[in-house]
């Protein structure tokens, strides 16, 4: 008698004694029978995929240079092929806000007057199951028109006119992140299935009987194979759940080095569910960083505000991006303005507002079709560049740019930024580093942080920044150079900084010791570690 087939369903674990409100809801039979699935079939060829990017690694490491990949030289010569036509809902994206999925950002995000919301269950949520699981119940809420919010000081949020919403576009996690509540044959699921396959299952009827669909934003791609991954996978749901094929959309965040290499492999993978790129700043650094980590003095980043997307090699980014995608018919997203208004100083505000419109007017002018901000406020700033250039036209992937020349060296070329590191930029990314931390351990994903909205990207490039900065021997603008001596030194001084700024209590209550610890530990260890959320994680609260 041959052996019983084990079940395919999803397994809950870990939730003893903290049962997520309406848990239930989300997590029902067929949803947890649908996620096993999609691990059986996918997180093999999800493990090899991580293991090629160990190895290029460490070839970058050896090599010290990117190119091209001859092998698909074809796919970039063949000009007869595009993406599937935009649907109607993703045919003008010109403003799109971006948030974590809960309760008041959701309902705030749909009512923002952006084109788009990024329900972001990536590095804008911290993975706590009541973020994973809440997240999806709010959606669901969202899109049955039965949700509501209201704060603890009683003011009341409910949502709009129907026809005045944003369009959601839900962002998974990453490939490299599990999920520790849900395993199949005792393995973790990928976290990036969980997300996708219980808002896929729940939502993908759903968002069509509304005239929409499952649109998605892949994160920290590395290579057009994990585009193909995500492909077969849009494939097989589609197909599991009778869903017709080309109802997924996906747009592919180039925030990795590498994967701006491959843009137009990775559309082509994705051709007949891809809708666009974005071009996303902070990851983007995080990933030169920790590729070129010890590719010597000529790939050291200065302070990271002081790499702005008029930099050479932001700018050769950015112009490839917009040739690439409308040579083959996507829509070109641009980059985050991740200012937070403050209800103080005006002064700031104006600075802030000058900047922000400045940024927005240069991304329009270079052809983008539409831009991210971080707040409500900036939607009109935002809204009023791109009307500016676009008009009435929804978009103007007419524009090919085929003036734009970009040179496998020009993405590298870290040296032509005229700038250094300095102390105060040190300073910096211990302070943003450990207060980031210390919220994301308490379950925040999305933090404003001095009148900045910061995520996981704000501590992954202050980390990677101290390490590169460390083993590098970079001497600061004030004469000291960058050893882990200094590295404590500075956070020692920031951790006291903070203690009095909080009070004892508050800092007895929170999750600061455990920050500073982290950052530590992530930022001078010897070893580098991939991801800080992946040490991160298992400290996460639950």
């Excluded at 922000?356 to 707040?375: I, L, P, Q």
Aim: net charge negative; charged share 25%.
């Amino acid at each position: 008698m041959s052996a019983p087939t084990p079940s395919s369903a999803a397994v809950v674990t870990g939730t003893a004694g903290h049962h997520v409100p309406r848990e239930e809801e989300v997590l029902t039979p067929g949803a947890l029978d649908f996620l096993g699935e999609l691990h059986r079939r996918f997180a093999p060829r999800r493990a090899e995929l991580l293991a090629l990017r160990a190895e290029r690694r460490a070839e970058i490491a050896r090599t010290a240079t990117l190119d091209f990949r001859p092998e698909t030289a074809h796919i970039r010569a063949d000009d007869s092929w595009r993406v599937a036509a935009a649907p109607a809902a993703l045919d003008d994206r010109r403003v799109e806000i971006t948030g974590p999925t809960d309760r008041k950002m959701t309902i705030n995000a749909l009512n923002s007057g952006a084109r788009i919301w990024l329900a972001d269950f990536e590095d804008a949520s911290a993975p706590t199951w009541e973020n994973v699981i809440g997240g999806q119940v709010n959606l669901i809420d969202a899109y049955e028109r039965r949700i509501d919010f209201t704060s603890p000081e009683g003011k009341s949020y409910a949502l709009g006119a129907a026809d005045e919403l944003a369009t959601v576009v839900m962002r998974p996690r990453g490939w490299h992140l599990n999920e520790r509540h849900l395993t199949v044959d005792g393995e973790q699921l990928p976290g990036g299935l969980v997300d996708f396959g219980l808002y896929f299952f729940h939502n993908a009827q759903r968002l069509i009987d509304l005239g929409k669909g499952p649109y998605f934003y892949l994160p920290k791609t590395e290579s057009y194979l994990e585009a193909r991954l995500w492909n077969d996978v849009f494939v097989f749901a589609q197909d599991r759940l009778g869903i017709p094929q080309g109802t997924v959309r996906a747009t592919v965040l180039i925030e990795t080095i590498t994967a701006a290499y491959e843009m137009e492999e990775i559309l082509y993978e994705l051709r007949d569910h891809a809708s666009g790129l974005n071009a996303g700043r902070w990851d983007y650094l995080f990933s030169i960083v920790k590729n070129f980590r010890d590719g010597g003095a000529r790939f050291v980043l200065p302070d990271r505000n002081a790499v702005t997307m008029t930099a050479p090699f932001m700018r050769a980014y950015t112009e490839l991006l917009v040739r690439t995608c409308h040579k083959r018919g996507a829509h070109a997203i641009g980059g985050m303005a991740a200012f937070i208004p403050s209800r103080r100083d005006a002064e700031v505000n104006k600075v802030a507002f000058e900047k922000v419109k400045a940024d927005k007017d240069r991304e329009a002018a270079d052809g983008f079709d539409g831009s991210w901000v971080a707040h409500p406020d900036l939607v009109p700033i935002a809204r009023a560049s791109f009307d500016a250039v676009l008009g009435d036209r929804p978009h103007q992937k007419d524009r090919l740019r085929e003036d734009v020349h970009v040179t496998a060296a020009e993405l590298i070329d870290i040296a032509s930024l005229d700038a250094a590191p300095t102390y105060e930029g040190l300073r910096n990314a211990v302070q943003v580093g450990i207060r980031y931390i210390e919220a994301w351990l308490r379950g925040m994903g999305a933090v404003a942080i001095f009148n900045l909205m910061e995520d996981a990207a704000t501590a992954e490039i202050s980390r990677s920044q101290i390490w590169q900065w460390t083993n590098t021997g970079v001497v600061f603008d004030n004469g000291e150079k960058a050893t882990p001596e200094l590295v404590r030194r500075v956070a020692a001084d920031e951790i006291a900084a903070i203690r009095s700024e909080v009070g004892e209590g508050a800092f007895a209550a929170g999750k600061w010791r455990e920050a500073y610890d982290l950052l530590l530990r992530t930022a001078l260890d010897a070893e580098y570690v991939d991801f800080l959320t992946l040490p991160a994680y298992e400290q996460l609260a639950d």
